[in-house]
């Protein structure tokens, strides 16, 4: 496991017109490491994620992920990350099969490679008699499930998950939690937005934006010593609270 | 009672999916009453049939005595209703909207302001504004402006805090709380366990079942299984320990702290620290916890579903 | 009353805030008056011909000037060998050869019979039939020439007279067409979309849980829709009348009460189509595919009704299209009053209500 950082930002900067929606944040991540990106609505973590997995270009400061330049290298990081969000992820209409290929083709998995990828993947989450099935007739937890794995299909050491449990269960929302565990101690490097704030705490690290700015970034364990909270809940709202800007 | 529902049922598809398996329960008058649940519960549908929308395939249900089906069109004049999605005007602004809902319930805001004053003023600096243009927070409060501003008997809001960040959760529910003096009912869902706290009585629904219903309190001390809590520098491994412990039962992180139950009711936390210590987990500390709503629901989960 | 004030107004606020759709209202008729007044002719105006004539005697010649001369024609091709003809036609260079027989002249004075043979590219049939028309009309106006006073004894004159529309416009034909086109597509498709609109993004389950009139909903919803449909109207017949030079015949008030009558029905098929369906890109869907092809079809503002095979001709009577083309065509072609189209207005009257009706009952108080 090389122990370079994976996201190295340094300065990173967005503007738009007068509006600064990122403004000079700074981190590294690191290999097999869950970094927790929190904020409230608003505070420019779309934005900053955008920026980060190849989708907007900066306006000015340095970032390099997965050893690409944010700046002239988009194309590259897009290929060498994985990305998941609540919003959108599968396919209804196509089925757990087609969708896992279709997803691996996008990566560039072709052939045998994408063939084994794909009963890999099928088996790990015991849907091999599934596997013709439409995901539209998954239930939610699995449909999460699924479309982790096929975001990891192309093996990314970095992937983003954004607010990828909303609505489930509690159980399933921890099942997931597993999943990322796991992923995290092969060492690939996880970029995790939430809205549960117990989720905040599984993260080895935690970063919280408020009005553009990382405003605290730590192990959520130091976080709550800092600000003498109980829970991460306490420690947003008391940074969140603050913030100056509407969403 | 302001809400009674009777053994609801409710299939979509031809009766191949099944959203509200035999649902009762009653709500009082100014009552502050939560359906808390995931995706998929049955809570929207729940929600359609209480206000009229939707036709239940059997069962019986009253709003403030107007039964849902003959009574509809006295439901529809005094009940508040905040869908699940965002459905004000996005071209219209934050005033047109309101005046527009203000009219259609055949009143004016003006007449009405007093009830929303608090909510309004947060607003009321983007009053001109498109309603599409607004945040989350912004539009959940322009929503409940406009569900409350012909003064409705009943609030029924469905999953209003969902998507929004724990900062404009804690002020959305904050709101209510200022409603309470005005007597107003309300009937709230939501995915998130925690805000179960913020209820008078909640219902906790999964599947189209209700697994529970009463005061947060209430449930929390009817819970008869014990559950320690563990905590470690280690979580990961532990809880994977744990899944194969002879006397746990279930293991669930809980932030920083792991939820451990044990099979066996008599297992004191001394003897499950000990056994983690042998099993070479040095740095693991064993208390007991009071369960909060989500042991509480996991547990019934597991019920529900045969485990 | 006030209500319905607020609906308005509020649908009002929609579709003037909407400004690109606003747009393609008030351009899209201008465009199609454009296109069919200017490009799309299908009057023929010289086209090119080819001349097929081994050897040209004096005859030829002269009557091979008179067919250059005339504005239907321009000869861009003298041929010798009929081989050439296959070709002329394939490299898509003319759509029409005149062949002319050897020794033309000869067989005129002498036989006084000579043959000429018109041979058109059919492709379009429409345009071939009118070219070989109008070549027929040269020919024939040259032969008269030639016999000057000296009349052939059993000479049968046949004289054609183009009532109301003597110069052929095709304006005469397209201009009710257009109008009839863009109301059937305005009306219905803005209006059941806009209905759709408000199912799609769940303001509709708003209006439905509270006590407003579902009948208030969906006038108010057409309304706005009726005015600018009535300003297309306006747009069109300015344009027919300043810009293709077409005189309006009949009373314009009359036509403006059709038109105005047309426009309600249109919007209550609109209303009838939004409260049968979902989503907005279905409504849209069964607009143009369930209204717009039939209308187009079924006017007989591209082909003839009575050329139709009979069945074809009975369907299209339920398409109200084709009413408001032929009452457009009686008053503003023909300039006849009320009386003639009595028959059509009581058609249409019949079919907004019936319409209506349906839409109305048809209007969920619920969700599914």
Same mark, same amino acid.
């Given at each position: ?92 209409? %196509? ?16 052939? =045998? ?55 489930? =269960? ?14 995290? +101690? ?11 704030? @117990? ?34 809940? +306490? ?13 | ?37 995931? @995706? ?26 107007? @039964? ?59 009053? =001109? ?84 219903? @009463? ?67 040095? =740095? ?24 | ?26 351009? !899209?008729?201008? !465009?199609? !008056? ?49 081989? +050439? ?27 006084? %019979? ?74 219905? !498709? ?115 009704? +009575? ?62």
């Amino acid at each position: 496991m090389s122990k370079e950082a994976i996201i190295k930002t340094q300065n990173l900067t967005k503007s738009f017109g007068a509006f600064t929606a990122v403004d000079k944040i700074s981190f590294e991540a690191m290999p097999g490491e869950i970094f927790g990106f929190l904020g409230a609505n608003g505070a420019g973590k779309t934005t900053a994620m955008k920026m980060l997995s190849g989708l907007l270009k900066p306006s000015s400061g340095t970032a390099s992920v997965v050893g690409f330049d944010v700046f002239k290298q988009s194309e590259m990081i897009k290929k060498n990350i994985g990305y998941m969000s609540q919003k959108f992820s599968l396919y209804d209409d %196509l089925t757990v099969e087609e969708n896992i290929a279709f997803f691996g083709g996008i990566y560039g998995l072709r052939g =045998d490679v994408l063939k084994l990828a794909q009963m890999e993947l099928l088996e790990r989450l015991q849907l091999m008699d599934q596997s013709k099935k439409l995901v539209a007739s998954l239930p939610l937890g699995w449909k999460q499930k699924l479309s982790f794995s096929v975001a990891m299909i192309h093996k990314p050491r970095l992937v983003f998950l954004d607010e990828p449990t909303g609505g489930v =269960d509690p159980i399933t929302r921890r099942q997931f939690w597993e999943m990322i565990y796991e992923a995290a +101690e092969n060492g690939v490097t996880i970029f995790v937005t939430t809205h549960y704030m @117990d989720e905040a705490e599984y993260c080895s690290r935690v970063s919280i934006m408020v009005d553009g700015k990382i405003a605290a970034m730590d192990t959520p364990r130091a976080l709550k010593e800092q600000f003498g909270a109980k829970n991460m809940d +306490e420690v947003f709202y008391t940074l969140a609270r603050g913030a100056k800007r509407g969403e | 009672m302001s809400l009674i529902v009777k053994n609801i049922i409710k299939t979509y598809d031809k009766g191949n999916v099944l959203a509200l398996d035999n649902v009762s329960f009653e709500v009082k008058q100014g009552e502050r009453f939560g359906i808390i649940g995931p @995706d998929g519960a049955g809570k929207t549908s729940l929600f359609r049939i209480l206000t009229t929308l939707l036709l239940a395939d059997s069962g019986v249900a009253s709003v403030c005595g107007n @039964d849902v089906v003959l009574g509809f069109d006295k439901i529809r004049r005094i009940s508040g209703y905040m869908p699940g999605k965002f459905s004000l005007y996005q071209d219209l602004s934050v005033e047109e909207n309101l005046n527009f809902f203000a009219t259609v319930f055949g009143t004016t805001v003006a007449e009405n302001m007093h009830l929303i004053k608090d909510i309004y003023v947060q607003i009321e600096p983007f009053k =001109d504004r498109p309603a599409g243009k607004l945040s989350g927070g912004m539009k959940q409060k322009l929503a409940l402006c406009c569900a409350l501003i012909h003064e409705p008997k009943i609030l029924f809001l469905d999953e209003p805090t969902t998507g929004v960040d724990p900062v404009s959760r804690k002020e959305f529910w904050d709101m209510l709380d200022r409603l309470k003096s005005r007597n107003i009912t309300i009937l709230v869902s939501t995915p998130y366990m925690d805000e179960a706290s913020r209820c008078d009585r909640i219902a906790l629904m999964q599947t189209g079942k209700i697994l529970a219903i @009463d005061t947060l309190d209430n449930i929390i001390g009817s819970y008869k299984n014990k559950v320690f809590g563990v905590e470690t520098r280690q979580m990961h491994q532990l809880s994977q320990f744990f899944k194969t412990h002879k006397a746990v039962h279930s293991c669930y992180p809980f932030g920083d702290t792991l939820h451990v139950t044990p099979k066996d009711a008599l297992l004191t936390s001394i003897e499950l620290e000990s056994s983690c210590k042998s099993a070479g987990f040095q =740095d693991v500390k064993v208390f007991d916890i009071v369960p909060n709503i989500e042991d509480i629901f996991m547990n019934l989960m597991g019920q529900n579903n045969g485990i | 009353m006030k209500t319905f004030l607020a609906f308005v107004l509020k649908e009002f606020q929609h579709v003037w805030r909407d400004k690109r759709s606003l747009f393609i209202l008030i351009a !899209m008729p201008v !465009m199609l !008056m454009f296109i069919f007044g200017f490009a799309l002719s299908n009057e023929v105006k010289n086209s090119n011909i080819a001349i097929l004539c081994p050897k040209p005697d004096e005859e030829v010649l002269s009557l091979i000037e008179k067919i250059d001369q005339s504005k239907y024609f321009t000869i861009n091709k003298m041929m010798h060998n009929p081989n +050439e003809i296959e070709n002329y036609f394939k490299q898509n260079k003319g759509k029409m050869v005149i062949v002319f027989e050897n020794d033309f002249a000869d067989k005129l004075q002498h036989d006084k %019979l000579a043959n000429v043979q018109l041979i058109g590219d059919a492709t379009d049939p429409n345009t071939a039939t009118t070219m070989i028309g109008y070549a027929q009309g040269i020919i024939a106006d040259y032969q008269k020439s030639l016999l000057g006073e000296t009349n052939l004894p059993y000479a049968i004159q046949v004289e054609t007279r183009m009532l109301y529309n003597p110069q052929l416009l095709s304006a005469y034909n397209f201009v009710p067409g257009v109008m009839a086109l863009i109301l059937t597509l305005l009306g219905t !498709m803005m209006t059941s979309v806009s209905i759709v609109k408000e199912k799609e993004f769940g303001s509709m389950e708003l209006l439905l849980v509270s006590p407003v009139k579902p009948i208030m909903v969906i006038f108010s919803k057409a309304l706005p829709y009726a005015l600018l449909c009535f300003i297309d109207v306006l747009i069109i017949l300015l344009m027919a009348r300043y810009v293709l030079d077409m005189p309006i015949r009949g009373n314009i008030f009359l036509l403006l009460a059709m038109s105005v009558l047309f426009i309600f029905t249109t919007l209550s098929l609109g209303l009838l189509i939004s409260n049968s369906v979902d989503q907005q890109q279905v409504a849209m869907f069964i607009s143009l595919v369930g209204l717009m092809m039939p209308s187009l079809i079924f006017s007989g503002f591209m082909f003839p009704i +009575e050329n139709m095979p009979k069945p074809m001709q009975i369907i299209s009577n339920i398409v109200p299209t084709k009413w408001y083309f032929e009452i457009l065509k009686s008053v503003m072609v023909k300039g006849l009053g009320f009386s003639y189209i009595w028959k059509h207005t009581l058609i249409l009257v019949g079919m907004t209500a019936f319409f209506t009706l349906v839409a109305v009952r048809k209007f969920k108080i619920r969700l599914s």
